[in-house]
T-cell receptor, first 116, second 113 residues
């Protein structure tokens, strides 16, 4: 069983400010963790993923996330928000591939508003 | 390189009707997963196809069925449509080499009236 909790359905930041989107996960096996971004009327685009190895993961558009096993967290950050970052962000979890295929479970999403 | 292609982009159906949605995965991907995203919600897993078989299924009734073809493309069929089936239906493709990272299509917006 696996689940994702995203704290804060809406987050507002000023342009140039730090972006922090929170995600906690639950998984009965070692997790694979993902962040996706969705712009209006579009599909989801992968920002970054954690599978194994380095716990700090860098993604596209200046985003990064840190896997903290002790806290079961995978928070998404960006040092300086840009207007184009306004979108909805989804955290997702999957069980580490053990030879079979695992479904990916998504959180409810966090809408990021960037204020000029 | 074409990504994931879904058709149609929009669809309006009447309650009780049946609908078929189509998906062509990204080149090199062999696994197709389908998700339902209701307005303001996260994507909900419907099912996943690999080697033309349903490998995983979410908590959706049997009215939802699918198929995968030898060229890895896939269809999602929904019978006896309900108003609550109105949503964005997303197709995602992946492979073992992507570590379960998906490439999503732009979705099919289904409206049931």
């Amino acid at each position: 069983a696996q689940s994702v909790t995203q704290l804060g359905s809406h987050v507002s930041v000023s342009e140039g400010a730090l972006v922090l989107l929170r995600c906690n996960y639950s998984s009965s096996v070692p997790p694979y963790l993902f962040w996706y971004v969705q712009y209006p009327n579009q599909g989801l685009q992968l920002l970054l993923k954690y599978t194994t190895g380095a716990t700090l993961v860098k993604g596209i558009n200046g985003f990064e996330a840190e896997f903290k096993k002790s806290e079961t967290s995978f928070h998404l950050t960006k040092p300086s928000a840009h207007m184009s970052d306004a979108a909805e962000y989804f955290c997702a979890v999957s069980g580490a591939n053990s030879g079979g295929y695992q479904k990916v479970t998504f959180g409810i999403g966090t809408k990021l508003q960037v204020i000029p | 390189d074409a990504g994931v292609t879904q058709s149609p982009t929009h669809l309006i159906k009447t309650r009780g009707q049946q609908v078929t949605l189509r998906c062509s995965p990204k080149s090199g991907h062999d696994t197709v997963s389908w998700y339902q995203q209701a307005l303001g919600q996260g994507p909900q897993f419907i099912f996943q196809y690999y080697e033309e078989e349903e490998r995983q299924r979410g908590n959706f009734p049997d009215r939802f069925s699918g198929h995968q073809f030898p060229n890895y493309s896939s269809e999602l069929n929904v019978n006896a449509l309900l108003l609550g089936d109105s949503a964005l239906y997303l197709c995602a493709s992946s492979s073992l080499t992507t570590g379960m990272a998906y490439t999503f299509g732009s979705g099919t917006r289904l409206t049931v009236v």
